[in-house]
């Protein structure tokens, strides 16, 4: 009973699975282009849903002999009433090579229909391995019928599917006109070779191809199976013509939810290696199995094949060991399979290998390619470990039929009378063009050599046999030695070759462009002579950037090439005017106060920044320079064609024209202004050096405004103010740079990053305190991003960043030199105004609420456009090092003031000069307690003093020096180019400062107690000493993210305790945690949105504008996922920095692994965040993935 009810179960089968034989054809289309993409989706579906089935089927079909008889007989017949007709209508034609002939039909599949779904043959591939592992084709053959299988009728289909995926992956097939590979959006055609090999079908599609192709090829001649698979191939002209040896010209031519002990079969090859910044563990294979590597794995990809194969070769190297990847030893087949093997060492594939290494053996031969000698010498690895494995494992009784060393040395047959194949690889050893594959020849000739070896142990006594061995060993050995001196010397002799050739092409050359030639020795004489008038007198000869007695920077040309139009232009203040493209946007990266309010000047003074750093501009750029003018006209075309697609399909959400923004037209890094280009010498003084005044005069001058009393106008201030506008001419040099400047330059967006602005003119008539902002901001950031990473102060800068500093120091002189001379007068006296008072400027702040390096920027950048009107007589250079004096001994008080009590610890041993040192300290801070009073608690540690001094100054100094050498272009001395002790007294010579920064205050105490008393007094002194303002301590440490723990688990119970503070007490849908400051918000949920500028908002977006000033970084925490905010409409999703044992996420916490953090990877964020890379990170993501652009961000 069991029986009639599996036969009538497997028509039905065979009934369901006979209209899906050949279902949803295609025909390679060469007419016109494809109109209409057809229907593909049912197929796949339901072979997706079938695979299961059939696989639980070919296993109930493996529990009884009697039913896979039966199934096999109903699946055979079915098969034959596929094929009853495949060949009408077909011409039938006949193919020889090598002395074999086979009938066949013509088909190209090229031009046929040709279908991927064969489910029946597939079927059949399956129940025929059961066959033969259940040996039920040996016990009972009279109940099968053998006898009436057709080999060609069953790999004619599957031939024709495994060449469709060979003509599509050759690029064969395109869609109106473009290769099916490299297209975004895929052709039906892709879609269905993807899921033909993709792991979901491939068992039941790919593979089973496979086997009945295997299956037919055991049952064939293999001469006739190769000249078939050749012929569907469109192969066969190529090699059967008697003369293919010669020179080709190519005008002629897993169950799902089961245990499968997968994971123990993978711990058996390979070792885990835990993930790193990438994020992804990976698995290495183990070297007891590199041996069993096969680099032509047949479900490797290209890709995988091409890493496989060069991890590979780079272990073989590190190991000291030849790089040659022979096959691996061939695993026995099942009894139906065994005379698979005899394709190895058949006519055809013999000719087929002949004929590709006569090809390699003349370079300049058109058809064949280095894979395909890979290839070739692969099989013939593989043929001769075959015959190997059968010699070793052979007895005296049995003989070994096997015989491929015989038959690959036997040269050809008249008329042709070619090389035999181990002529031709014994040729190709000395190829020099073939050095990749040498060591896979020398292999294969090595193999061979062992295995006449064998053979004659064989045939004569194991004493003789075992000293031929040795003998040809030694051999062996002997020639490999003199072949790789051979080599050796042929290489030597080639590379002489090549440069006698390549002498001989430069006297050729310089022969024909004689003028030239002696025109550029001209140019370079000049500009050797130009430079040793600029260099310093001596070499020995201390660098110093600030000060009359600065290095001068060597003049050189600065020649940059255009983007866009490719042209080479020099930075001349004649020349065109070169721009480099840049974006704006607000930071609280540095922020230690992040509840002050952005931008009010109604409670602090915008051409002050205070210490706290709570909000700043950054200034970025990506370091490509372009003409202005071709700038102008890529950008005006940018804004005309967004604006004409009023309802486009495809919305660039990634940059907002309207909002100035556009996208490097080059490496499409987002950016919304550009910064111009300046030579440097229009930084430099031009005045001669005049030490006529002192540094003592200088200031004295100064300060005659505040004894002159409060109702007079002391000199300085009238020879800066001015009473009469009309006599207050810029210099020639702000002349030259106003008529620079005037060129047209048009910027798409101003100094103020993350607002909404129209495009306006980078020049006018006032500088903005946001450029200095952002100039003082960039040096922060690089010298805080040097000492995270542990790097020397210059030369580790990447080059778009040095870029971007020079530019902006030259730019911000220039706006200040190009602008309003009044304007600037009365910038320059406000500035001045919070060191040296000046009764006719009102509330200026105290020295505690003033930033001393934005200070310094400011100053020394307004400084340049008033000197005209100073009337001490001193150069620039002596001014600007005596303001830096100033500011520097501002910042010591600075320091002093803000070092608490409980710092305090025990003595310390100094030397002479270090107590010397500590001395100062005391007087000094003993000097600011008798003018501050009791606010500054009593210390008796000079060493502590003067400890706090000498760090809490450190990053002042590096941001000092790193402003004057981009803005004068001086070289850094090379101690300041390593990570080496003794580095403060060179950073001090470089400033031109002494090495005990005390003596500024020392040196002048009497000029200076004046000043000190009105610093100490001003009533914001006391406010702020008393905890009624915010207290900044110096050094400023950098900001991080915050802490995570280790344990996934633990922020998911941190966020399950998390309620929705506006729903009464209701748990949150949405927890997400902001990874800037901790705070845990309500995300995507309506009960927390809020107004921000007249629109409504989610939590997470509200929180970016109070919190980072428009960027944001968040963990969503129920579905394990970060998210990168900017601005109220961008963002994406960044992988988590949570992973799973294997180093894998797991967004949406789907498979449920226990998850654990990863530094690495958190670092990698961090990174991002302190680089102001989010912005950027975003626009790239947005531009790659175009489903982010339909997610309403703002409600996030």
């Known amino acids: 009973m069991f029986l009639p009810m599996s036969g009538s179960f497997w028509g039905r089968v065979c009934a369901f699975c006979l209209p899906h034989q050949g279902m949803d054809p295609v025909v390679r289309q060469v007419g016109q282009h494809i109109e209409m993409e057809p229907e593909w989706e049912a197929a796949f579906t339901l072979q997706m849903k079938l695979t299961h089935i059939i696989s639980m089927i070919q296993e109930w079909c493996a529990t009884d002999e009697r039913v896979l008889i039966e199934a096999y007989k109903k699946c055979l017949t079915a098969l034959t009433h596929c094929h009853s007709g495949f060949a009408d209508g077909e011409q039938p034609i006949t193919l020889s090579m090598c002395g074999h002939s086979v009938d066949t039909i013509r088909y190209c599949v090229s031009q046929e229909k040709v279908s991927i779904h064969l489910p029946v043959s597939r079927l059949l591939a399956g129940l025929h391995v059961l066959l033969s592992k259940m040996e039920v084709a040996y016990r009972f053959p009279e109940q099968l019928p053998l006898s009436e299988l057709s080999p060609p009728m069953l790999i004619e289909h599957p031939l024709r599917c495994l060449v469709l995926c060979a003509q599509v992956h050759a690029g064969m097939w395109r869609r109106n006109g473009f290769s099916l ?17 993709n792991v979901k079908c491939r068992v039941e599609m ?88 096969n680099l032509y794995f047949h479900h490797y990809s290209r890709a995988d094949q091409s890493k496989a194969e060069e991890a590979q070769r780079k272990l073989k190297r590190q190991n000291g060991e030849d790089t040659a990847l022979p096959p691996p030893v061939l695993p026995p087949f099942c009894p139906l399979f065994a005379s698979l093997v005899n394709i190895l060492q058949c006519d055809v594939l013999l000719g087929m290998l002949g004929a590709v290494l006569q090809w390699a053996v003349e370079p300049s031969a058109g058809h064949w390619s280095e894979s395909m000698l890979q290839r070739v010498l692969h ?35 008249a008329p042709s009378n070619t090389a035999s194949v181990l002529a031709l690889l014994e ?50 050995c002997d020639k490999d030695k003199a072949e790789r001196k051979r080599k050796a010397e042929m290489a030597r002799l080639r590379r002489e070759k090549v440069m006698a050739q390549m002498s001989e092409m430069q006297r050729h050359f310089i022969n024909e462009n004689k003028e030239l030639f002696q025109q550029s020795l001209e140019e370079l004489d000049a500009s050797t002579s130009t430079s040793l008038e600029h260099s310093p007198a001596s070499p020995d000869a201390a660098l110093a950037c600030v000060g009359p007695r600065r290095s001068r920077p060597r003049e050189k040309r600065q020649v940059v090439t255009c983007i866009l139009c490719q042209e080479e232009q020099e930075i001349r203040a004649d020349g065109k005017a070169m721009v480099l493209a840049a974006f704006v946007q607000r930071s609280t990266v540095m922020s230690k106060n992040r509840t002050r309010p952005p931008h009010d000047p109604k409670r602090y003074d915008p051409l002050f920044m205070h210490p706290d750093l709570s909000f700043g501009t950054h200034t970025g750029s990506c370091g490509h320079i372009m003409h202005s003018h071709c700038w102008q006209r890529y950008f005006e075309a940018v804004q005309a064609k967004e604006q004409r697609r009023q309802q486009r399909l495809r919305v660039h959400t990634s940059y907002d024209v309207g909002n100035g923004e556009f996208l490097c037209p080059l490496c499409e890094c987002l950016s919304n202004t550009v910064i111009p280009l300046l030579p440097r010498t229009m930084g430099s003084s031009r005045y001669p050096i005049c030490l006529s005044l002192t540094y003592t005069r200088y200031f004295e001058v100064r300060l005659s405004s505040h004894v002159a009393g409060p109702h007079q106008t002391s000199p300085a201030t009238t020879s800066l103010m001015g009473t009469n506008p009309q006599s207050l001419e810029p210099d020639r040099t702000g002349k030259k740079l106003s008529s620079l400047t005037s060129r047209g330059f048009v910027s798409p967006g101003v100094m103020v990053g993350g607002m909404s602005f129209t495009p306006r003119p980078m020049f006018v008539s006032m500088p903005r305190s946001t450029d200095f902002f952002s100039l003082f901001l960039l040096l922060l950031f690089a010298e805080r991003l040097l000492v995270d990473e542990k790097k020397p102060l210059f030369g580790s ?42 009764p006719q400027v009102e509330a200026s702040p105290c020295i505690l609420d003033v930033d001393m390096l934005h200070l310094l920027v400011s100053v020394v950048l307004s400084y340049g456009s008033v000197h005209s009107q100073d009337s001490s007589g001193l150069s620039v250079d002596a001014v600007q090092l005596h303001l830096f004096h100033l500011i520097t001994v501002a910042h010591m008080v600075q320091i002093l003031l803000t070092s608490g009590p409980e710092e305090v610890t025990m003595e310390q041993e100094s030397g002479e000069a270090e107590r010397g040192e500590e001395e100062g300290a005391c007087r000094l801070y003993n000097t600011l307690r008798t003018h501050v009073g009791s606010s500054l608690p009593e210390v008796g540690s000079g060493w502590h003093l003067w400890r706090c001094v000498k760090t809490g100054i450190l990053p002042y100094l590096r941001g000092a020096a790193l402003f004057f050498h981009h803005l004068h272009g001086v070289p850094a001395p090379p101690e300041l180019h390593a990570l080496c002790p003794g580095q403060w007294e060179v950073l001090c010579g470089y400033l031109s400062l002494p090495s005990n920064l005390l003596q500024l205050f020392h040196g002048q105490q009497e000029l200076l107690e004046p000043l000190l008393h009105g610093w100490c007094t001003h009533p914001g002194i006391q406010q702020t000493l008393q905890g009624g303002g915010v207290l900044v301590s110096f050094p400023r440490e950098s900001n991080s993210l ?34 800037v400051c901790g705070s845990m918000l309500c995300s995507q949920s309506y009960c927390c949105q809020t107004e921000l500028e007249g629109e409504d908002v989610g939590a997470c977006t509200a929180h970016t504008f109070a919190c980072g000033a428009g960027v944001g970084i968040f963990l969503r925490v129920r579905e394990s996922q970060v998210l990168f905010l900017a601005g109220k409409t961008k963002g994406c999703f960044y992988a988590p920095p949570y992973l799973d044992d294997y180093g894998e996420t797991d967004q949406g916490l789907r498979r449920g692994n226990p998850l654990h953090l990863c530094h690495e990877r ?8 302190r680089q102001h890379s989010i912005t950027e990170e975003i626009g790239h993501a947005q531009e790659a993935n175009q489903t982010l652009v339909g997610i309403d961000w703002q409600h996030l």
């Open 379 to 413: 099989l013939i690895g593989m043929a001769l470990l075959e015959e190997q494995q059968q010699l070793e494992n052979s007895s005296e009784d049995n003989d070994v039929y096997f015989n491929f060393t015989l038959k690959m040395s036997r040269p050809g047959e």
């Open 1162 to 1169: 958190y670092r990698k964020i961090q990174k991002l965040w």
């Open 427 to 476: 040729n190709l050893q000395n190829a020099p063009h073939l050095e990749v594959h040498e060591d896979m020849i020398r292999w294969l000739l090595k193999t061979v050599a062992g295995i006449k070896t064998l053979r004659e142990r064989s045939a004569s006594t194991s004493t003789v046999t075992a000293s031929r061995s040795r003998c040809q060993e030694e051999t062996a």
């Open 181 to 197: 590979v490299n297209q975004v959006v895929h052709s039906v055609l892709w879609l269905q070779i993807y899921y033909y090999h």
């Open 797 to 838: 800068l990447p080059c778009r960043q040095d870029d971007c500093l020079s530019s902006l120091a030259r730019f911000g002189s220039a706006c200040w030199t190009a602008a309003c001379q009044p304007t600037v007068q009365g910038h320059f006296i406000r500035l001045l105004a919070a060191l040296i008072p000046d």
């Open 206 to 293: 790919f593979d089973k191809d496979l086997i009945m192709l295997q299956a037919g090829a055991s049952m064939m001649d293999p001469n006739h199976f190769l000249m078939i698979v050749l012929s569907r191939f469109e192969l066969y002209h190529i090699f059967s013509s008697a003369d293919c040896r010669k020179r080709y010209n190519r005008e002629n031519a897993n169950k799902e939810n089961k245990e499968t002990g997968m994971e123990r079969v993978i711990d058996c090859v390979a070792s885990f290696k835990k993930p790193g910044v990438t994020g992804r563990g990976l698995y290495e294979l183990r070297p007891e199995c590199a041996k069993q590597f």
């Open 1042 to 1075: 915050i802490d995570l723990p280790d344990d996934y688990s633990a922020l998911i119970n941190q966020a399950s305790s998390f309620t929705c503070p506006k729903s009464g007490g209701d748990k949150s849908r949405a927890p997400t945690l902001c990874l």
